[in-house]
């Protein structure tokens, strides 16, 4: 009984760890996917930027 109680304890810090890393690679999925969009736009700010310094 006792033995038991320490696998299942053991089982949920691994199941609460793998959500923990699944989700910080979620958010660097999603930080990487928002920085590609927002590429671009920083392109245009510059050489709108540009533009009107010249």
């Known amino acids: 009984m ?21 989700f910080a690679d979620f958010g ?7 920085s590609q969009l927002l590429r671009p736009v920083e392109l ?3 050489r709108i930027n540009l533009t009107c310094l010249f």
């Open 2 to 22: 006792d033995g038991q109680s320490g696998e299942y304890r053991e089982d949920m810090t691994e199941v609460s760890f793998g959500g923990i890393v699944q």
């Open 28 to 34: 660097q999925t999603i930080f990487s996917a928002v």
């Open 44 to 46: 245009v700010v510059e």
